[in-house]
């Protein structure tokens, strides 16, 4: 692949993160929409997501991605392997501390990550 494609290919999974980030930061109810109790957020970057209504909502998004995602496979070994990669995202996401734009970029990247493995899945089981 070229990188002008992979560029133009990141910045079209972008767009449309975007775009869905727009439609579920207007949905999202601050109280709730975290996959993880803010009452108990420990680490920066948690808490920081708590009191985000669009860091929020793009947790709620991942945490529903991750979830399909996993359910859809019928090895142990790929959910293993996804949990995995869900734990760096994880661990790259709390590297962020407080700096809101770092984590927005690391659930955009993520979620993007797992919209192309659920779309690949679906087209190999149409085969």
Do not use: H, P
């Not at 869905?20 to 920081?48: I, K, P, W």
Request: proline content about 0%.
């Amino acid at each position: 692949m070229s990188d002008t494609f992979t560029l133009r290919f990141a910045a079209a999974i972008s767009a449309s993160a975007l775009a869905a980030l727009a439609v579920l930061a207007a949905q999202a109810g601050r109280a709730n929409a975290q996959e993880f109790d803010c009452r108990r957020a420990g680490m920066a970057s948690e808490r920081t997501i708590c009191r985000s209504d669009v860091l929020g909502a793009l947790d709620e998004k991942m945490s529903g991605l991750y979830a399909e995602l996993k359910q859809s496979y019928g090895r142990r070994s790929e959910r293993d392997q996804l949990k995995r990669y869900q734990r760096q995202f994880l661990a790259a996401r709390n590297d962020c501390g407080r700096d809101t734009e770092c984590i927005k970029g690391a659930y955009l990247d993520q979620i993007g990550v797992l919209q192309a493995q659920i779309e690949r899945n679906n087209r190999l089981s149409e085969r």
